[in-house]
């Protein structure tokens, strides 16, 4: 053998190599890009799902003197609310579900009415905490579709607190004694 014939099988080897490497860059390449892909569509599906909730609520509360509260029949009537006399959006568009391309899942209440919307993918969630308190069940979630986005007057009320009371004082501005400007200087 001459040494010719010994550098063709390393020049193999080493091109053999090379793409074993690259195709494990490749593959690595990837399995991030698609991670950061549906991060990017668990956030977006995050933001949408809480217009929907807002949206429904906004429906909910807006009604006019002597209608009682009701949800909407149809997603549609975030758009244009029929009991309005004049146009009135609760929703600027109709979003996509970001996960699945396609319709929201509805959440409908004994009566058949909207009261929330939810994703239809069986895909699980990357994040798992730092929800507040609203979304706090999101955390246990084995799949997206167990994200919930449900308008519930009760838990509103709750979070908005008591109504102020008419003869409450009114909140006095930042000054000497206020928890903004202690009456005292600190001192160092």
């Given at each position: 053998?001459?040494?010719?014939?010994?550098?063709?099988?390393?020049?193999?080897?080493?091109?053999?190599?090379?793409?074993?490497?690259?195709?494990?860059?490749?593959?690595?390449?990837g399995t991030t890009w698609q991670?950061?892909?549906?991060?990017?569509?668990?956030?977006?599906?995050?933001?949408?799902?809480?217009?929907?909730?807002?949206?429904?609520?906004?429906?909910?509360?807006?009604?006019?003197?002597?209608r009682t509260n009701t949800f909407?029949?149809?997603?549609?009537?975030?758009?244009?609310?029929?009991?309005?006399?004049?146009?009135?959006?609760?929703?600027?568009?109709?979003?996509?579900?970001?996960?699945?391309?396609?319709?929201?899942?509805?959440?409908?209440?004994?009566?058949?009415k909207i009261i929330g919307v939810?994703?239809?993918?069986?895909?699980?969630?990357?994040?798992?905490?730092?929800?507040?308190?609203?979304?706090?069940?999101?955390?246990?979630?084995?799949?997206?579709?167990?994200?919930?986005?449900?308008?519930?007057?009760?838990?509103?009320?709750?979070?908005?607190?008591?109504?102020?009371?008419?003869?409450?004082?009114?909140?006095?501005?930042?000054?000497?004694?206020?928890?903004?400007?202690?009456?005292?200087?600190?001192?160092?």
């Amino acid at each position: 053998m001459t040494p010719l014939n010994n550098q063709n099988g390393a020049t193999l080897l080493v091109a053999l190599f090379m793409v074993v490497a690259v195709g494990l860059g490749a593959g690595v390449a990837g399995t991030t890009w698609q991670t950061i892909s549906q991060r990017a569509k668990e956030e977006e599906l995050y933001y949408r799902g809480d217009q929907y909730r807002r949206a429904i609520g906004s429906y909910f509360q807006g009604n006019d003197v002597g209608r009682t509260n009701t949800f909407p029949s149809r997603l549609e009537d975030l758009l244009k609310d029929p009991r309005a006399l004049h146009k009135v959006r609760h929703l600027r568009k109709l979003y996509t579900d970001p996960m699945t391309g396609k319709e929201w899942e509805t959440i409908r209440d004994a009566t058949g009415k909207i009261i929330g919307v939810c994703s239809g993918s069986d895909k699980a969630p990357f994040k798992k905490e730092g929800f507040p308190d609203r979304y706090r069940d999101f955390a246990a979630a084995k799949s997206y579709a167990d994200w919930r986005f449900i308008y519930t007057p009760e838990a509103e009320r709750k979070e908005s607190g008591p109504p102020a009371s008419p003869t409450a004082p009114a909140a006095s501005p930042p000054g000497p004694g206020s928890r903004f400007m202690p009456a005292v200087p600190e001192k160092r």
